[in-house]
Nanobody
Framework: QVQLVESGGGLVQAGGSLRLSCAAS????????MGWFRQAPGKEREFVAR????????YHADSVKGRFTIARDNAKNTVYLQMNNLNVDDTAVYYC?????????????WGQGTQVTVSS
């Protein structure tokens, strides 16, 4: 069982920044891809970003490209989502996800989620 624990959510004003962190089970982190999804009230869950196990490649949704950056520190078994220039449309529960490999098409495990609220 892979355990994912997110942190770093909170309330921020529009234009501000937050950094989310996700700590993963040590034994699971080594060759896994990691990512972030989000779900806003009344909307479907959507992809935000993904990073390969080595960190050499990352992918971001068009809606966050240029504002959000995914990164990982394999020595700390942690993946991050740096969110800059936040706007009210970024308000959502953010979920850390784990993929068994870089080639997995769907997440294999989900974290419990962390709330991000952006005020105008």
């Amino acid at each position: 069982q892979v355990q994912l624990v997110e942190s770093g959510g909170g309330l921020v004003q529009a234009g501000g920044s937050l950094r989310l962190s996700c700590a993963a089970s040590e034994y699971a982190f080594g060759t896994s891809a990691m990512g972030w999804f989000r779900q806003a009230p009344g909307k479907e869950r959507e992809f935000v970003a993904r990073i390969t196990w080595s960190g050499s490649r990352s992918y971001h949704a068009d809606s966050v490209k240029g504002r959000f950056t995914i990164a990982r520190d394999n020595a700390k078994n942690t993946v991050y989502l740096q969110m800059n220039n936040l706007n009210v449309d970024d308000t959502a529960v953010y979920y850390c996800v784990f993929y068994y490999s870089d080639y997995s098409s769907h997440p294999d495990y989900w974290g419990q989620g962390t709330q991000v609220t952006v005020s105008s």
